[in-house]
T-cell receptor, first 111, second 116 residues
Framework: DAKTTQPPSMDCAEGRAANLPCNHS???????VYWYRQIHSQGPQYIIH???NNETNEMASLIITEDRKSSTLILPHATLRDTAVYYC????????????FGQGTTLQVKP | GAGVSQSPSNKVTEKGKDVELRCDPI?????LYWYRQSLGQGLEFLIY????????KSGLPSDRFSAERTGGSVSTLTIQRTQQEDSAVYLC??????????????FGSGTRLTVV
């Protein structure tokens, strides 16, 4: 599975959009981009995933560049409860399924 | 149940003792994963079960660690002769068939293991 690179930390003002970048320049054509987050003392939580089209659900939007070498997770109106570590992971369809987590981005939402 | 259940939620054990950690996955989920997370660190993959296939044990850190999954459902992670460096949160996750990448994992709340 391709490696991802994320900034170690970011701040965001409460109520503003949080845009979390992820680079995955070695991604291959059949690898999906997944985002998870881990709020302190809890297990990771699935947020969203995509292949090449932009995706939106009730939690977030995922914007994938046309060349698929990077993506951005958007939390449209960040709240204090969105403070967490956000993990960007790529995984190939049909493989064993294990997700390899990097260090992620620690997002601090400030009042 | 509605989610992945892990027990105990906290375990304190003496160095050298054996411990067993339990995971009850979501009913119908064929894939089960164990991860551990040391304080301030990321998630470290340990082992993966899928149906009746041989488990992927590539992440187990030593032969003191083993896991089994009985009847394709409940899983037990066993750590023998615990060491202080085994102290971590042990997380279990389950998913529908991992052969389809559009199925995400559901994680449990973990077992916090402290070896004293």
């Amino acid at each position: 599975d391709a490696k991802t690179t994320q900034p170690p930390s970011m701040d965001c003002a409460e109520g503003r959009a949080a845009n979390l970048p992820c680079n995955h320049s070695t991604i291959s054509g059949n690898e999906y981009v997944y985002w998870y987050r881990q709020i302190h003392s809890q297990g990771p939580q699935y947020i969203i995933h995509g292949l090449k089209n932009n995706e939106t659900n009730e939690m977030a939007s995922l914007i994938i560049t046309e060349d698929r070498k990077s993506s951005t997770l958007i939390l449209p109106h960040a709240t204090l409860r969105d403070t967490a570590v956000y993990y960007c992971i790529v995984r190939m369809s049909g493989n064993t399924g294990k997700l390899i987590f990097g260090q992620g981005t620690t997002l601090q939402v400030k009042p | 149940g509605a989610g992945v259940s892990q027990s105990p939620s906290n375990k304190v054990t003496e160095k050298g003792k054996d411990v067993e950690l339990r995971c009850d996955p979501i009913s119908g989920h064929t894939a089960l994963y164990w991860y551990r997370q040391s304080l301030g660190q990321g998630l470290e993959f340990l082992i993966y079960f899928q149906g009746n296939s041989a488990p992927d044990k590539s992440g187990l850190p030593s032969d003191r660690f083993s896991a089994e999954r009985t009847g394709g459902s409940v899983s037990t992670l066993t750590i023998q002769r615990t060491q202080q460096e085994d102290s971590a949160v042990y997380l279990c996750a389950s998913s529908l068939s991992p052969a389809r990448a559009n199925y995400g994992y559901t994680f449990g709340s973990g077992t916090r293991l402290t070896v004293v």
